[in-house]
């Protein structure tokens, strides 16, 4: 069973930051992408942005200019630095680890951290 544990969630005023946190066990950082998702009430879970092995970078329209992914392969964690939060990005985050091997997907999630932009 893997486990991915996140942290640095919580309750944040418009146009403030906070950083997410997710610790992977070293035998699949190596050679997973890891990403984070998020899951609004009502809405279906998106993909925020995602980092592979080799540390290319995607983003969400949505966040991008705003967020930043970066992962710490010394330390086997994956961070989402959210910057000018705004109150549709309250959501639960999830972090997320994947590998294509032949065309097939291997996903392992995290249980998900509550981020609520509020004033």
């Known amino acids: 069973q893997v486990q991915l544990v996140e942290s640095g969630g919580g309750l944040v005023q418009p146009g403030g930051s906070l950083r997410l946190s997710c610790a992977a066990p070293g035998s699949i950082f190596s050679v997973f992408g890891m990403g984070w998702y998020r899951q609004a009430p009502g809405k279906e879970r998106e993909l925020v942005a995602a980092i592979t092995s080799g540390g290319s970078t995607n983003y969400a329209d949505s966040v991008k200019g705003r967020f930043t992914i970066s992962r710490d392969n010394a330390k086997n964690t994956v961070d989402l630095q959210m910057n000018s939060l705004k109150p549709e990005d309250t959501a639960v985050y999830c972090c997320?680890?994947?590998?294509?091997?032949?065309?097939?997907?291997?996903?392992?999630w995290g249980q998900g951290t509550q981020v609520t932009v509020s004033s």
């Open positions: 997320n680890a994947y590998r294509m091997t032949w065309g097939a997907r291997t996903d392992y």
